[in-house]
T-cell receptor, first 118, second 119 residues
């Protein structure tokens, strides 16, 4: 039961470095999401994808990029890391649910990547 | 725009007592879903319970139940017979109607309530 797998679990970057946070799901979900969680706060959506080749911005997309070349993978790219990007990053996925109304399908989350920019 | 408000930053409850975690929401959607997630100190997000806006009965899942009052736009989580393992952060979240606007598929989260169970 792999579910949503995120790598790495921890990472320390220097200011200006770049990196890619990996996310993979094995549930054949169409929808995938990237969130960040700052200390003591809720989750804020960075980017999301409704299927391979389709992505869109969330609340806080600046400084990040995503791609979705397959259903399974949804990597998050940080270019020119800044201290403000120090956070815990969560990837999530969900199935389509009802196409005509609200969806009762919960989002399944990975265990998170704790990222520090120094 | 959707908004979730959790007004209790922290709560302390005696073990075996019931506890209610408050959640109010704001949306212009006619159909929507409300979710509660638990985040223990280990950091993972665990789905607890779901309530649809058109569900006539309040959702229940084991010791978790959702006190849904649509007119008041509230969706409070009730945990019965609390246990030490219930100590965690709890997040209320909302998903709007999907339809042709795929952007509504995303979840909007509240800021969370930190629940501490006292032995």
């Amino acid at each position: 039961n792999a579910g949503v797998t995120q790598t790495p679990k921890f990472r320390i970057l220097k200011i200006g470095q770049s990196m890619t946070l990996q996310c993979a799901q094995d549930m054949n979900h169409n929808y995938m999401y990237w969130y960040r969680q700052d200390p003591g706060m809720g989750l804020k959506l960075i980017y999301y994808s409704v299927g391979a080749g389709i992505t869109d911005k969330g609340e806080v997309p600046n400084g990040y990029n995503v791609s979705r070349s397959t259903t399974e993978d949804f990597p998050l790219r940080l270019e020119l890391a800044a201290p403000s990007q120090t956070s815990v990053y969560f990837c999530a996925s969900s199935s389509t649910g009802s196409p005509l109304g609200y969806s009762n399908q919960p989002q399944h989350f990975g265990d998170g990547t704790r990222l520090s920019i120094l | 725009a959707q908004k979730i408000t959790q007004t209790q930053p922290g709560m302390f409850v005696q073990e075996k007592e019931a506890v209610t975690l408050d959640c109010t929401y704001d949306t212009s959607d006619q159909s929507y879903g409300l979710f509660w997630y638990k985040q223990p100190s280990s950091g993972e997000m665990i789905f607890l319970i779901y309530q649809g806006s058109y569900d006539e009965q309040n959702a229940t899942e084991g010791r978790y139940s959702l006190n849904f009052q649509k007119a008041r736009k509230s969706a409070n989580l009730v945990i019965s017979a609390s246990q030490l393992g219930d100590s965690a952060m709890y997040f209320c979240a909302m998903r709007g109607s999907v339809g042709s606007n795929f952007g509504n598929e995303k979840l909007t989260f509240g800021t969370g309530t930190r629940l501490t169970i006292i032995p």
